[in-house]
């Protein structure tokens, strides 16, 4: 949805994200203040920011993720993090409705990108964490990144021109059946 070159953005894709397996124990003051200082703090000031340069009717996107709905062991402060943004996309839709600004969340669920892999100390726990995870999705799966790509461009482009304050759950069923 290109309005005019060089007059704004029709678009913001917030994709601020870190995280962490570290269970309740183990969480650290810094840890904590990472996580928030990046996907919450990220989250509400990139968009803030962008504010002024947003078209009215545009489209703003905020990365979720399936985790701030479910209770994975070791992922507390992560899925904390990311239902703060699920929060800042319904109250966001509300705040910005009169200049037509939409706010919706994309929530993807396992999704093979090296930060994936990252979360495992080795190639071997990578692997098995991989694993543990396609056997919990629906289709039988990880999340491809052109698959989440596609429902960002969805979200971004004027099919959507009717959702604001959702969230579309690109997660092969994980959440959802």
């Not at 979200?155 to 092969?172: H, K, M, P, R």
Request: aromatic share 8%.
């Amino acid at each position: 949805m290109i309005r005019s070159w060089g007059r704004g953005l029709d678009v913001l894709f917030a994709n601020a994200s870190v995280a962490a397996f570290v269970p309740l124990e183990q969480v650290t003051e810094e840890h904590f203040d990472t996580l928030f200082g990046i996907n919450v703090r990220g989250t509400l000031f990139t968009v803030q920011k962008a504010l002024p340069l947003l078209n009215d009717g545009a489209s703003v996107i905020l990365n979720g993720s399936t985790n701030a709905d479910v209770g994975a062991e070791a992922f507390g402060a992560y899925a904390a993090t990311k239902a703060a943004t699920r929060s800042f996309a319904r109250t966001w839709a509300n705040e910005l409705k009169g200049r037509g600004i939409r706010v919706n969340t994309i929530t993807p669920g396992p999704t093979d990108i090296p930060g994936l892999s990252g979360l495992a100390p080795d190639s071997e726990q990578a692997a098995g964490l991989k694993q543990h995870l396609t056997a919990q999705v629906p289709l039988g799966r990880l999340g491809r990144p052109e698959e989440i790509a596609a429902a960002a461009t969805f979200l971004a482009s004027e099919q959507s021109s009717f959702i604001t304050g959702s969230s579309l759950y690109v997660d092969g069923g994980l959440n959802q059946i």
